[in-house]
Every structure is written in C-alpha cells, then in structure tokens.
C-alpha cells in the first residue's frame, strides 16, 4: 500500500500546513509561539501533551535552557488547532499548542558554553553526543585534537601514551583490577586478610580452580545442617551471561575458570521483590584519590516474586537475577513511568521506601560508600603506578576520569554487599527513568571534569618550542627531574616544573615550583567543588575522623606484599591442584565404565538384529564378507614359477660380475670422496686396492 497516496497521508499534510498558516500569523503580530507535534500521530484517550525541553542561545550568546511542563486538561491553552482523523475506528488527534509562558520543571542555573571538543566515535551511546553539545562541546573524529576522549572499550598503552597534555579520556589505565570479577575477588580477598573487620562488604569468594579445595570444605561443613547456596559467574562475563545457582560444587567442572559466590539468602525485598543498586561514581584524579558519588541512581528489580532457593526455582533467573538484560525478556517486566513502581526505580523513590519504614537513610548511604572507598583502596597502589607510567608529563589537568557502575545488593540486616564493579556502565535510555538519571548524569560529569582550566593553544606553543629545542640541540637550562613529596591522601606534589626557558635565565627555586605545582591541582579542586551538581565528595571525606581511619589503607605501599604470592597461597594450590587432579581420574574411570557398557549394549543389540533376521539375508552378509577377505588374501605361486625367479636373479648376479659394474661405481665413489664408513666395511678389497692405486677394472 502506497501511504503517500492515501486519504489518511493527505490528511496530515493539509493539518502540517494548517499548523505552519497559523504560527505564521501570529508571529507576524508580534506573538511568541512554540508549538509541539506530538509524535506528529498520538492515540489517547484524553488530551496530554508530553514534556519539552530545548536549549537555545540567546542573541548576545548566553547559554539559555527553556524547560516546559506536560499540559493537564484542566490547564487552559492560549490557542489550540486541533485536526481529527478517523481511520479503522481508530481517532488520531494532532495538536498545535500556544504556550504563553512555560513554567520550568525545577530551577537551574544557566550554564555557560564550554569551550572544547569531545570524541564520541567509539561510543555507541547517541546521548553523550547530544548532551555534549547542549553544553557547547565540539563533536570531532578520533584524527583530530580532542579535549576529551569518550570510549565504551578500554583503549590500548599506545593511546595513553599519545595523549597530549591537554587531553582526558574516561577510562584510567589499569582500572580492570577491580572490575574484572576474578580481579575484584582477589583484591579483595587479599584486603579482608590484612583487614579482616573492615573489608567485610562482599560476599565469601572462590576463584576457581585455585581456590577449589576451599570452596569444597566450606560446602562440606553445613551450617545448621541447612543446605548452602552458590552462585557461579565466568571470571570476565557481564550483563548476566552464564550465571547460575547451584547446591552441588562437585558437579562444577574443576578445570574452568570461574567465580563462586555465597548466595545471599535473604535480601532486603520491596513489594516482595530482590532488588539491587546501580551506584554511580565518579573517579576525578588517582594520585590524590577524589571520589564522588551520585546521588541519583537506579535501582533495579528482579521480575518474579522472591523465594528463597530451591532445587526447583534456583533455574528461575528472573527470581535471582537482577540484571535489566535478563529481566527485559521476562513477560512480567513494568514499564511503568511512576517512581514508585516498575521494574527500575531512582534513588528517591527508595529513600522514601525507607523513610516510610523508619530507616536511617543517612546512615545507610553511609555505609554504602564506605563500601565504594574500600574497593577502589584495594586496587589504589596499581592505579597509581599505571598512571604515572602512562601520563609522566600531564602537569596541568588530569588526563583520566571514570564513571563506575557499582551493583550494591542489600541483605535484610540493612547490611550492603559489593557484587561488581562495571567500567563501562550502561547508558542507554530505553525508560523515561533512565532518561531522567542517566542525561544529568553525563551533564554533571561533564561539567565537573576540569577540561576548561588547559589552554590548548598554549599547551601546544609549549610542545612546539621544547620539540624545537630539542632537535637543535640547544642547552636546556632547566632541570627536567621530577622530584616529589607523597601524602597519603592529597598524593604526590610536585616540587618542579617542565618548563622550556632560555639558556641565561636562573633555575627558579624549589619553593616556586612548589607553588607554581600546587596552583594546577588547587585550581582543579576548586573547579570540582565548584561544579558539584548532583555529585557529593565521598573521598576525601570531610570528617576529619573519617579521614585518619582511611589513612591505614593508604598506609599499604608494599605492592609485594598485597600482590604477591604467600606459603599459604601456594599450598592451597598445592591441594587444589591435588583434589582436582583425583576427581579428574575418578570422572575418567566413571567414563571408561560407561563407554564399556555402551560396547557391550551395542553388542547386545547386534546379536538380538542378527538372530531377528531372516536366514536369506544372514547368508548373504556371510558371502559378501568371504568375497572381501579373497580379495585381501595374496595369490598362489608355483614352483615352476618360483624356480624362473631364482634363475633370472643367478642371470643378473652374474651380468654384473662380468661387467664389474660394482667396481666401476666404487671407484667413482672414491674418486668423488662420496665413500663411506659402510663402503668401505662392506668392500674392504677394493678400498685397500685403490688406496694402492692398483686399477680394479683390470682382470690381474
């Protein structure tokens, strides 16, 4: 069917064109106008018009954002031309709404434009682009001189390396230490051994196979005499892919690499359902460590009611699993638009859960980001070293900054537990909730990154005059020596700069450069705290006793002593290897058993085919198989025949006697040097005689 050649297609453009006479008009008398096309098609049952919201520039260049509110049908509309169309029973209305002034959804200061260009190439996220530009960035390609680098993949050493000095990426080098699952697990649990009370916010962890034989004795001594419930992940999955419950670990495959997690039997359930929380938080600088954390997140919910795990329901994975890939598919997923329902919620609509049930939402906050500080302590000594081994020379700005999504599951204690750190977390905005959290999200990042306190074209004179000194070889007055003093939170200061200065002037003194190094990082600080939005600082954190009891973490400078393997850690390996090795063997016996009984079944099952099958046909398989075995078999030979070889064989052997054609081609042999040890054992006369030099073709 043609659609442009039909009443109902003609019918919107004579509606469109109606539309466009009419604000013509009246932006001919003088008055501001601004209609909306709902959809330019909407089926309601009453009159809506859903919510706008534009940012334009005025004339003088300042930024403007112009917001309005969806229309209730007691609100009344300075004019309103409203085109019907039936079709199929079916009423379509389009709408060309007059708004006298609208009123803005919640106050917001203008925010001026940012000069800068961002990269989004390597993003399949079309909202990080749009936003970037409602703020005044310049979207560019990856070949040009970008200011920010925005990228769903971790990029390779070679990009770091290359960045300039005015450049950030959102991805810091070495960041996997915490959100590979396997990687988290060891972090960890290396930290809960040195810790012990403190780093108790995530479940009992086992990474196969090392940690095998430990997983086995912990499922052998049953608490209570009740049942316990694991939980297997890949070591390097996501979205929920190959993730199960199980009771059995010696059903596990010992040799595979994979997770296993105590399952929390009793989380905290809202309408009945499990739930989890996707924190937000963003990583402004290593070295000094700064964290903050949205405010605003998502909270997300599984699809059917929870009960505790069975041998029956532990395969529900829209029970267990609250991952949005996994229960998207269900057919129970809530699409609703209210706070307080559907299957994603914000924050606010569980910190209002939790008020309406006389919960410390304060205290509960707290604690989850005690629990994000603690993660990023344990891998804090690896993020350091890669970032100063990345970027020697960012003396201006930070060139990295990360947005990490962490999943926080709460127990019915109120007690939060880490389950995994995402680096690259999600921003589609399939929901009108994701929209509301994940666009304000990416603007407050944004905003917050200290991208505008580098002046680009500064920073690359700069560049161009040392490159220009150091291919002419001109003699560099000042030291090129980074020497720094470390503080346990405020991380390293400077005490020089790189600067390129002529040859006459005097090294500045260390104070100087101190000042000149403590400029960079206090400007960054201010523009932070300056740029919060919807951000709170969670590190450092502003108790001062807060502070001093995170100082013993930070105390743990020994890398080797984290990382490094221990007697004890060997040996468990020792025995893993051991346990895993003997059920191999028993799983390879089980199998040779099997395989010998499916023999003797096919065996079985052959003499019961051969004795229900007629004689006829038994017969016939007989001859077939003689005829192939005659064929097989070598042919008779006769004495006669045997009797004419022996005498062709005498024929030969005396031909070449007569015709000494043995001598003639050792002594070819041995003229060429081509003689070897076997010839010569083998025909020692002929060697003597020509070692002689006596002719061997002669008869004498």
Known sequence: MNLKNSKFFRRIQELRRLSKDKLRKEKNRGVHIDYELENALKERNGDCVRSTQRQSFKDNGNFEQEKYESLENNEKINDISNGLIQLNNVCFRLKCAC??????????????????????????????????????????????????????????????????????????????????????SRNLNRMLKLFPREYKIFPKTWIFPADYGDAINYANNNYKNKPRTFIIKPDSGAMGRGIWLTNDLKSINPSERMICQTYINKPLL????????????????????????????????????????????SCDLFMHLTNYSVNKRSSQYDLCDNDDCGSKRKFCAINNWLRCRNYEVDE??????????????????????????????????????????????????????????????SYHTHELVDRQVKKALIRDTLL????????????LREDRKRIKQRLLKLKQCGTTSNTQRQHPIYGVIPESNINARDSDEPPPLEEGTQEAGLSALSQQIAWEEGHLGDFRRIMPPRDPDRLNYYCQFFALQNQASIYGETAASKKREEVAKKMRLEIEEKRQRQMEVMLGQRRRMKLEERRRKRASMPRAIVERHRLSRFRAQENWAPGFISEAEERLRRTWMQMRTEMLRNNKIVQMIYKDFYNGGNLTNADIITYPELYRCLERGADVMSDN
């Open 448 to 459: 917050m990154v200290s991208t505008p306190l580098a002046d680009k074209k500064q920073i």
């Open 270 to 313: 809202i309408d009945g359902y499990k739930f989890d929380l996707r924190v937000y938080t963003l990583i402004t600088s290593v070295d000094p460590l700064r964290i903050f954390v949205y405010n605003e997140g998502l909270a997300r919910f599984a699809t059917s009611k929870y009960v505790e795990p069975t041998i029956e329901n």
């Open 364 to 425: 509960f906050w707290g604690k989850i980001d005690d629990i994000i500080i603690k993660t990023i302590l344990s891998a804090w000594p690896m993020l350091k070293h890669n970032y100063h081994a990345c970027f020697p020379s960012h003396d201006k700005i930070q060139a990295c900054f990360e947005i990490l999504g962490f999943d926080i599951l709460v127990d019915s204690k109120m007690k939060p537990y880490v389950l995994e750190v995402n680096h690259s977390p």
């Open 99 to 184: 708004a006298a002034k609208p009123s803005p959804i919640r106050d917001e200061k203008p925010v001026l434009p940012i000069k800068g260009s961002i990269c989004v190439s390597n993003s399949r996220y079309s909202m990080i682009g749009r936003v970037s530009k409602t703020l005044g960035f310049k979207v560019v390609k990856e070949t040009k001189l970008w200011n920010i680098l925005w990228t769903d993949t971790l990029p390779g050493v070679e990009l770091y390396k290359s960045m300039k000095r005015f450049q950030q990426i959102n991805h810091y080098p070495g960041m996997m230490e915490i959100c590979r699952k396997d990687l988290l």
